[in-house]
């Protein structure tokens, strides 16, 4: 038994019981949840005022709102609030997966919309390390990745007994819609390593808010992912306001170097430039490789991609490779396996589907290093032209990508940009908003079309430079490094058009119908049927003249497959009158041989 001292009064013991029942009444809101759960309830920043409207800014941490009592009943937890307008929510559950939400409350008591109740079945509906990879799912706005506010090289450089915080972000966002982007971010995870891959804390640490401290010189890697979450709130991509956002895929694991203390060689310069065909450099100067923005593509055989760059200030090339496996990424050191030294000075490193390191070494022994991203992807070809036939001139050609990714998806007042993909060759033409490519790409923009020249003589047309091109309104590549949790990012009303080319697709082979010419004008072809056919002259006026070794009909062709001219022909010369064509390609036919002829 609890006995009061004598020296508490009656009336303080009044006023004491007062004061809770007062403090029971005075709430707008209620949630209730397991027991063992936790609740987060807060709210964005109001302080910025544009002509009497509050701009909520983005990115700074929300403002905790503390229950002003809570009450166990049974099994549950009910958390009071004392709360008006618009907040959020956090629910976390041990091994369960947590639950975020937007709520605002009525003005009266407990009643309908002010409150919340969450079971444990809820709680634990999905375990909290699933993937989602269909890229169909949320309306098509489903990528579990991460951007982060180091640099392009993925290396950031500290003093002894610095600090640094980090700003990550999910990509794609759960925002509640399109344009108003309230969004809520995941739990974010922290893990150091050593360039060896194991677990360390000798050169740095890193809080649960994502707050690098300095401890002692060296080299330290730092990886960042994300749990599941269901978000309640999205009313963009489906799903009844339930909407799952699957884990980090472990290929996206957030991945950067920290180096501390004075062991950088100023003389080191990577030079890994990208995509210098589509921006306009001069020999000596390029775009440098972006660490997030910029994927290399390979074609999924291949296994990796072949990356060549020529370093000065190096002595030395090492890389870091990925290991994926069902949830994680991870590192076991760094070796030269795929580094080869080229006679000319470069070097060409095999990179693999993940998070790279390349480690630069200067004669003196220090390092600096650069993050590169690759993947593999698969594609199909079909002639749209002549489906199921290998391409002639002027035939149309589909190539459909599974799956390639959008370089700078939609961020909150940032990027809010559209994408396709580009070859040398045919230019696309994008939309500057609301394009398949703006909020879709992963799902909606993977087909490219281009038409292969009239012109065209060769075996095979081969599409090269191949890039993800990004055009729309928003902030330059790389402004997401420029958020602090000090003062966010603000709505961007003055946005600028952005084109820009990014990473890198593998080049693309057209097989071409089996048409050869000769020097003499005259076309031959012979066929595994002995079969021989010449056409002359070419080019011709009036009529041409079909020499073969059998009987048969040829048949006429313009350059989109349509039959104008078909005569029987029998074994030596045959003379076509050809006065009715317009100028222009032609293609002629006899039995599986195949011409191209021109009409001046």
């Avoid at 790279?356 to 590169?372: D, E, M, R, T, Y």
């Amino acid at each position: 038994m609890y006995i009061l001292k004598k020296s508490i009064s009656l009336t303080t013991i009044f006023l004491l019981l007062s004061k809770f029942i007062n403090a029971q009444s005075e709430h707008t809101f209620a949630i209730t949840v397991p027991k063992d759960a936790t609740v987060f309830v807060g709210e964005k920043d109001r302080s910025v005022d544009v002509l009497g409207v509050f701009l909520q800014t983005s990115y700074i941490p929300f403002v905790e709102k503390y229950a002003v009592y809570k009450v166990n009943d049974g099994e549950n937890s009910i958390w009071y609030y004392n709360v008006t307008g618009t907040h959020n929510y956090r629910i976390k559950y041990p091994a369960g997966i947590t639950q975020v939400g937007v709520f605002t409350p009525n003005a009266n008591n407990i009643g309908a919309g002010t409150e919340l109740v969450f079971t444990i079945e809820q709680l634990t509906a999905h375990n909290p390390k699933k993937l989602d990879r269909d890229v169909n799912s949320l309306n098509g706005r489903n990528v579990a990745d991460v951007f982060i506010n180091i640099n392009p090289q993925g290396h950031l450089i500290l003093s002894p007994d610095a600090t640094f915080q980090i700003i990550n972000c999910r990509n794609w966002q759960a925002v509640d819609n399109d344009v108003n982007n309230y969004f809520i971010e995941p739990d974010f995870k922290y893990e150091v390593i050593k360039e060896n891959g194991e677990p360390d804390n000798t050169v740095i640490t890193v809080d649960d808010n994502g707050l690098i401290t300095a401890i002692g010189e060296g080299t330290a890697i730092v990886l960042i992912t994300y749990d599941a979450m269901v978000a309640r709130h999205t009313t963009n991509v489906g799903n009844n306001g339930n909407a799952f956002f699957g884990a980090i895929l472990p290929e996206n694991t957030g991945v950067f170097v920290v180096t501390v203390g004075n062991t950088i060689d100023n003389n080191i310069d990577g030079r890994m430039f990208i995509n210098r065909y589509w921006n306009d450099v001069d020999e000596n100067e390029g775009v440098r490789i972006d660490a997030e923005h910029d994927v290399l593509y390979y074609e999924a055989e291949n296994g990796s991609f072949d990356f060549t760059f020529t370093p000065t200030g190096v002595a030395e090339v090492y890389t870091a490779k990925p290991a994926i496996s069902q949830n994680t990424l991870s590192f076991s050191g760094f070796d030269n396996d795929g580094v080869t030294a080229n006679d000319d000075g470069s070097y060409t490193v095999s990179l693999y589907h993940g998070r790279n390191i390349i480690k630069l070494v200067s004669p003196s022994g220090n390092a600096i290093f650069q993050v590169i991203s690759a993947k593999p992807v698969t594609y199909t070809v079909s002639n749209v032209t002549n489906p199921g036939e290998n391409f002639l001139p002027g035939d149309e050609a589909s190539i459909v990508f599974k799956t390639l990714y959008h370089p700078a998806n939609k961020l909150s007042g940032i990027y809010n940009m559209s994408a396709g993909i580009q070859y040398t060759g045919e230019i696309v033409n994008l939309p500057l908003y609301l394009g398949p490519g703006q909020y879709a790409f992963a799902s909606r923009a993977q087909e490219y079309k281009v038409t292969i020249p009239t012109d065209f003589r060769g075996n095979e047309f081969v599409l090269t430079n191949g890039v993800i091109r990004v055009t729309g309104f928003g902030s330059p590549f790389g402004a997401h490094r420029q958020i602090t949790r000090q003062d966010g990012i603000n709505l961007n009303f003055n946005a600028d058009v952005r084109t820009v080319f990014s990473g890198s697709l593998p080049d693309i082979h057209l097989k071409m119908k089996d048409i050869v010419t000769t020097n003499n004008a005259v076309f031959s072809c012979e066929t595994t049927n002995k079969t021989t056919l010449n056409v002359y002259p070419n080019p011709f006026v009036d009529h041409i003249v079909v020499e073969t070794d059998r009987n048969d009909y040829a048949t006429i062709y313009n350059i989109l497959g349509q039959a104008l001219i078909q005569t029987p022909v029998k074994t030596g010369k045959n003379h076509i009158e050809t006065a009715v064509l317009p100028q222009g390609m032609y293609i002629v036919r006899v039995q599986t041989n195949y011409l191209i002829i021109y009409k001046h």
